[in-house]
Nanobody, 116 residues
Framework: QVQLVESGGGLVQPGGSLRLSCEAS????????MGWYRQAPGKQRELVAV???????NYADSVRGRFTISRDSAKNAVYLQMNSLKPEDTAVYYC??????????WGQGTQVTVSS
């Protein structure tokens, strides 16, 4: 089992920035992928950004150039720096851990609201 604890969500004005954090604990595989997904009301959960244990990244087209994912493997943590936020970025953001066997776990989610 892997437990994920997220933090850093909140209310921000359009154009503002937020930084999300997620720390994993439990049975952590050395080779893994961690990332962020989001779900807006009435929509399906979608990928935002992921990063592998060797630092390879992938971003949704809608956030590329505005969001940056990073990780601290020593802390089993992943971060999402979100800049130039737009109202359409409003969603619950979920951290995901995926191990080398394919098993995956979700955090509880953190709300991000972009509004003036």
């Amino acid at each position: 089992q892997v437990q994920l604890v997220e933090s850093g969500g909140g209310l921000v004005q359009p154009g503002g920035s937020l930084r999300l954090s997620c720390e994993a604990s439990g049975s952590i595989f050395r080779i893994n992928t961690m990332g962020w997904y989001r779900q807006a009301p009435g929509k399906q959960r979608e990928l935002v950004a992921v990063i592998t244990s060797v630092g390879s990244t992938n971003y949704a087209d809608s956030v590329r150039g505005r969001f940056t994912i990073s990780r601290d493997s020593a802390k089993n943590a992943v971060y999402l720096q979100m800049n130039s936020l737009k109202p359409e970025d409003t969603a619950v953001y979920y951290c995901q851990y995926r191990g080398s066997t394919g098993s995956y776990f979700w955090g509880q989610g953190t709300q991000v609201t972009v509004s003036s």
